[in-house]
């Protein structure tokens, strides 16, 4: 057969199901494969390759299976860069297969050649160009283990000439577990010494990381032996941790919430497992930090460590349950509940008001209200991320992808569209911003070709908001930041899908009825909720200056000013 299509055979062997791209001269053959595969492996056309890329991270992200995207020389290969540097940055496998021009022609300045392979070097963990036919099933074999055991991507550039040469196939041996295995190497030394500081400790906190994904009842049921409050990472929210957890307190930083900023600022012990979290340089030197990673490299990269554990989290997690020891119920747990209570309640109200226009924190609860069980959502970058990670129950079977460390906008649509084509029975919904979700509006068309009925929601505040708040914060002028306003509802019917304008309460619930409605009839096209929300800036929880022990009086004003803060009370004065 044609090395192209052994390749797509090869990629079958993984069970890869479906790969994103657009066709070009030099990838052609490969897409030729991918056309004889077709019953196996599916082809999803997008309009521009980062989205391909992008959906593939959220593939690996929603179901920790390999994605992949390809795209043609020159202009689609660079086109691929901004899904791989999100892969790259939050540790995913994802394989890119790249075009290349025949190879009489490499090396001569042809149309649309460029060197392929360096421009790539940064950002993968696999990266070869391949020189004869026969080895491009090898290859791609080597290229997806390789993704997998380093959490990263793999790239490998094909000339076309190549792929469309005809080989004697043999399927390449796969390994049925390429992930790195620590389940055996936990240290009962570092066992008993963990246990010891968190007996020792009277404000001890869980930071729990996409390490611990698929550990959330482990991870809950330490916070329950022991009687610690759990922090997580955004991205790990729903994986590591469910979000209605009574001992949850959020996530430290600028996504995060009032009670986990002021529960890390007060902890004297924080087990930090499972996340190189970039943000933990800015924790206080007062406390004792455990750190619990496979990743030797990562020991100690964002900040000090008294306790280092080489391990598996998952694993460690296991063995402080096993070992049977407990510690009682403090008022650091009750009072850190009581704030985290506190917090919901004020962010209902906030949802619930409407003097302001419509605030983009009622959309997101209108999501969270009409979410059914096991809902997935596609998170762009910007304010929208805040409010995703503050209000939607990520519980149950209930998760999200986001770009975390890369933080590239425009990720919202495609990683629903990734979500849905993993999952085609679940009720995907995305959430962007009107920044985000015009870089990548035409790929709409994408959902509608394939019959994806993902219902994509638009915050349109007529601003790039969270970059807003940081030109307020260094106290520059704002300028770039007013985005044109348009009609996305319309835009949306335009391109194929259902288009809905809501700009009040009684719009929105209107709006979401009929979506139920539409989902119970087994509506097969895309949605596009165009919310007209307030440009009011989200409360900042990077540093919240509440405290009055810490804080004068005229600070803490200011701060609740800013953002109408009302019966919050500090962390520090619940424990009085």
């Given amino acids: 057969m044609k090395a192209g299509q052994a390749l797509i055979k090869t990629l079958e062997n993984w069970d890869v199901d479906h790969i994103y791209g657009v066709p070009g001269g030099s990838i052609n053959a490969t897409v030729d494969g991918l056309y004889q595969e077709r019953d196996s492996v599916r082809y999803i056309q997008v309009r521009h390759e980062e989205v391909g890329a992008m959906a593939a991270s959220a593939d690996a992200k929603f179901t920790g299976k390999i994605g992949v995207a390809f795209g043609s020389a020159g202009p689609g290969a660079t086109h691929l860069m901004n899904g791989l540097y999100d892969a790259k940055m939050d540790h995913v496998p994802v394989l890119a ?24 070097a940064d950002v993968a963990v696999y990266n070869r160009t391949v020189t004869n036919a026969n080895q491009i099933p090898a290859v791609i ?14 790239v490998v550039v094909l000339p076309n000439d190549l792929t469309d040469t005809e080989i004697d196939y043999t399927p390449a041996p796969t390994a049925d577990d390429v992930k790195p295995n620590f389940t055996e190497n936990i240290d009962p030394k570092a066992v008993h010494d963990t246990i010891k500081l968190i007996k020792e400790a009277k404000r001890p906190l869980i930071f729990a990381g996409l390490g611990l994904r698929g550990a959330a ?57 499972g996340t190189n979290f970039p943000f933990a340089r800015f924790w206080p030197q007062t406390a004792k930090i455990v750190q619990v990673n496979n ?123 990734g979500a849905k084509l993993s999952y085609p029975d679940k009720q995907v919904w995305s959430i962007s911003g009107d920044g985000g979700f015009s870089m990548v509006a035409p790929d709409i068309i994408t959902e509608v070709r394939y019959n994806l009925p993902v219902i994509n929601v638009v915050l349109s505040n007529q601003s790039l908001g969270f970059i ?33 304008t809501v700009t009040n309460h009684e719009e929105l619930n209107t709006v979401m009825e009929k979506i139920d409605q539409l989902q119970k009839e087994g509506n097969e096209k895309p949605i596009v909720i165009d919310a007209k929300t307030n440009n009011v800036d989200p409360i900042d929880t990077s540093m919240v200056t509440l405290d009055p022990d810490v804080f004068d009086a005229e600070t803490i004003e200011n701060y609740k000013k800013a953002y109408n803060v009302f019966d919050q009370p500090a962390l520090s004065e619940l424990l009085k």
């Fill in 97 to 120: 297969l790249v075009g290349q021009v025949p190879t009489a022609n490499m090396n001569t300045n042809f149309f649309q050649e460029m060197d392929e392979t360096p421009i790539f």
């Fill in 141 to 154: 074999n080597e290229a997806v283990r390789t993704a997998y055991s380093q959490r990263g991507v793999s």
């Fill in 217 to 273: 009842k482990e991870v809950e049921q330490l916070s329950e032996q022991f009687n610690i409050p759990i922090l997580a990472t955004a991205p790990s929210t729903g994986f590591s941790v469910d979000s209605n957890h009574q001992n949850f307190l959020g996530s430290f930083g600028r996504l995060g919430t009032k009670p986990a900023a002021e529960a890390v600022n007060a902890a004297d012990l924080i087990l930090f497992m």
């Fill in 295 to 417: 990743r030797v490299e990562d020991i100690g990269k964002q900040t000090y460590a008294d306790l280092t554990v080489v391990a598996d989290a998952k694993a460690f997690v296991k063995a402080l349950i096993d070992s049977k020891e407990t510690a009682p119920e403090t008022k650091w747990l009750t009072a850190n509940r009581t704030n985290k209570a506190n917090w919901d309640k004020w962010l209902d109200a906030i949802a619930a008001d409407e003097s302001k226009g419509l605030a983009p924190e009622a959309v997101v609860k209108a999501i969270a209200d009409h979410s059914t069980s096991d809902a997935l959502y596609g998170i762009d970058v910007g304010n929208n991320t805040e409010h995703a990670t503050r209000l939607l129950p990520l519980n149950g079977g209930r998760h999200f992808a986001m770009s975390a460390w890369f933080a590239t906008m425009g990720y919202g649509l495609p990683s629903g569209m």
């Fill in 468 to 500: 807003q708040h940081e030109q307020v914060g260094t106290k520059q002028r704002l300028y770039g930041v007013d985005l044109t306003d348009a009609d996305w509802a319309k835009a949306g019917e335009a391109f194929g899908a259902i288009g809905f």
